[in-house]
């Protein structure tokens, strides 16, 4: 079974760094817990606060940065938290329900396939209206949309971990008569956790990506610019200010290297102790940041209530599970109901997409119909290029990283920078290159769309090259497995699930990244790829919702059928194939 330490060992750990007095880990924890209290209340006094005193012109001097830096990343972490909520609640489902799989799996394709943009121009209204004249609706309406660049990565890689469990490892959890609650936390939570935090860098790095469109809302009439670092870079660009965004990619890679610290680093390194079948001598990081949290009595004093309560969760359900009759058996398939479960889901859909249908077909002829569809093809075309390049790129090089404990340490911080990096930044050397070399802008802005989402490749081979087993790399040094028949039989085969997710994910990230790379401006320059992206794009800056209403119909429509066509066989075929039982 996976190691993890129990509530009752760490009470007791608790116990005696009380006993031990005031340290230098108390001093710093203090530190920070003071630190995050205050950003935690300025982000809540600015949320409470007027709309018009929120609505100031947005400063490009670098003294106002680390200011709008807090802003954004307090906006982040909120969008985090949500994620990592709507991740096990709907992940779980998933995973668990057969019917219910059918439902939330392909509506987790069509959510990730809508854009960013398509999120606000839908949502923005409606947050507004939550608190009219104050700036909490658009907050809101800001977190939201990070959230939406968050979260369905996450749930991706949670519903791959659960899919792909050990069946010995559920054998045991049944045996021990782990009620769920409790198969939930000292399962299928360890086991998805290396993978999950992994994905979360990745998430916060795609908020990042995606952090210009979130707090320079531009919709038809509607305009706002929340103070942050995503409206500092739409002001910059705006303006053509180099040194301007010079400061900004300075002030994000500080707040990257701050975060990576504090948090990130100290989450992998605890995500060691749930590595299935690895050895004691196995090198781990140390950070400092999780030596802090182990050895700070004020950290035991507060989290002391939480693990209590925790273990008292733990200890009633496992009562209540050994109250049941007879043994406890994994749920069984109902043929005739499940046969009625799908009639019925197709007949809703069917009368869903003939009410889509219909609405279309009022709203616009037949040729723009079409025409919206063609241009989904050039992006399709896109996509799946650049998915196959940053495969052949970032597979081997994520293998080779991830087999070894302290290189994926030190890449950590690196990839999460270059993950973060906006496409926006690009657009000067983009438009300018583009405008005097005379190229084509249907070919060189394509590197633009996969900038951002190459690295869920990266990040998942990383994350599943780290969780091989140790007495799988014996037994592959033991048969003498060399060259391509170790990649082949060995390699491949161990990380092809976590690439999947990877994959996934990158291709509906590529679709969203469209809009921002095939309709590009840097000041009073504009240039557009043919592709659907560019058609969302122009609608959104125009206000015409119909039209964005089109575009993400027939970007869904496409997403689904790449997913069903191509990602969902093969997901399927790693989950039957490439589990490591």
Same mark, same amino acid.
């Given at each position: ?10 009470? $007791?750990? *608790? ?23 205050? =950003? ?5 006094? @600015? ?52 019917? =219910?799989?059918?439902?939330? /799996?392909?509506?987790?394709?069509? &959510? ?21 004249? @104050? =700036? ?58 290396? %993978? ?32 942050? +670092? ?7 660009? $705006? ?36 590595? *299935? ?15 802090? &949290? ?42 005739? #109901?499940?046969? &009625?479960?799908? =009639?019925? &889901? ?13 609405? /279309? ?28 390049? $940053? ?6 090089? #994520? ?34 290159? +583009? ?7 249907? /070919? ?37 497995? !060399? ?25 509906? #990230?590529?679709?969203? *990244? ?11 320059? @504009? ?9 969302? *794009?122009? %609608?959104?800056?125009? #206000? ?32 039957? !194939?490439?589990?490591?039982?």
């Amino acid at each position: 079974m996976l190691r993890q330490s129990s509530p009752v060992s760490v009470q $007791a750990g *608790a116990l005696q760094g009380v006993r031990r007095g005031f340290s230098l880990y108390d001093l710093v924890a203090a530190g920070l817990i003071l630190a995050f209290l205050l =950003a935690f209340a300025d982000a809540s006094r @600015h949320m409470a606060a007027p709309m018009a005193a929120e609505s100031r012109p947005i400063s490009l001097s670098p003294w106002d940065l680390p200011l709008y830096a807090l802003r954004s990343t307090m906006r982040m972490l909120a969008a985090m938290a949500a994620s990592l909520v709507f991740t096990f609640a709907f992940a779980s489902l998933a995973a668990k329900s057969r019917r =219910a799989e059918t439902i939330l /799996v392909p509506l987790l394709d069509i &959510l990730q396939s809508v854009p960013v943009l398509g999120f606000i121009s839908v949502t923005v209204t409606a947050f507004m209206a939550l608190a009219p004249g @104050h =700036a909490l609706g658009a907050e809101l309406a800001a977190i939201f949309a990070i959230f939406t660049s968050q979260a369905w990565n996450m749930a991706f890689s949670f519903y791959q971990s659960l899919k792909t469990i050990p069946d010995d490892l559920k054998e045991a959890s049944r045996s021990l008569r782990f009620s769920a609650w409790m198969r939930f936390w000292r399962l299928e939570v360890p086991f998805a956790a290396p %993978a999950l935090i992994w994905n979360m860098m990745m998430s916060m790095s795609g908020g990042w990506f995606f952090v210009v469109a979130c707090e320079a809302i531009n919709v038809g009439s509607t305009n706002l610019l929340l103070p942050g +670092i995503g409206s500092y870079i739409a002001v910059a660009v $705006a303006d053509r200010n180099l040194t301007a965004i010079a400061w900004a990619i300075a002030m994000m890679l500080a707040v990257i290297l701050i975060y990576d610290q504090l948090l990130f680093r100290p989450l992998v390194a605890w995500s060691y102790r749930f590595r *299935a079948g690895e050895e004691d001598e196995t090198p781990r990081p140390r950070p400092w940041m999780l030596k802090v &949290l182990q050895r700070s009595s004020l950290i035991d004093l507060a989290t002391r209530p939480v693990l209590a309560g925790f273990d008292a969760s733990l200890r009633w359900t496992r009562l209540a599970a050994e109250k049941q009759i007879g043994p406890m058996e994994p749920d069984q398939a109902r043929p005739i #109901g499940d046969r &009625l479960w799908n =009639a019925g &889901l197709i007949i809703v859909g069917l009368a869903g997409a003939a009410f889509f249908a219909l609405h /279309v077909h009022r709203a616009f002829p037949n040729r723009d119909i079409v025409a919206a569809f063609l241009l989904g093809l050039p992006t399709l075309a896109r996509v799946l290029v650049l998915i196959a390049l $940053a495969s052949l790129v970032w597979v081997p090089i #994520g293998i080779y990283i991830g087999l070894r404990p302290r290189l994926a340490a030190a890449v950590q911080p690196v990839a999460q920078m270059l993950a973060a990096f906006p496409a926006n930044l690009l657009f000067p050397l983009a438009v300018s290159a +583009i405008v005097f070399l005379d190229l084509n802008p249907d /070919v060189w802005l394509s590197p633009l769309m996969v900038l951002g989402t190459q690295w869920y490749i990266l990040f998942n081979v990383i994350a599943g090259a780290s969780a091989i087993p140790r007495d799988l790399k014996d037994a592959s040094g033991n048969l003498g497995l !060399k060259g391509w028949l170790w990649w082949r039989d060995f390699a491949l085969p161990a990380i092809f699930p976590y690439y999947l997710t990877g994959a996934i994910t990158a291709s509906g #990230g590529s679709w969203n *990244a469209a809009i921002v790379a095939e309709w590009v401006s840097w000041g009073d320059k @504009h240039l557009a790829a043919h592709g659907i992206g560019a058609f969302i *794009a122009d %609608a959104t800056q125009k #206000g015409d919702m119909d039209r964005v209403v089109l575009g993400i119909v027939v970007m869904i429509v496409y997403v689904i059928g790449l997913n069903r066509l191509l990602w969902r066989p093969l997901f399927a075929l790693a989950e039957r !194939k490439y589990r490591m039982n």
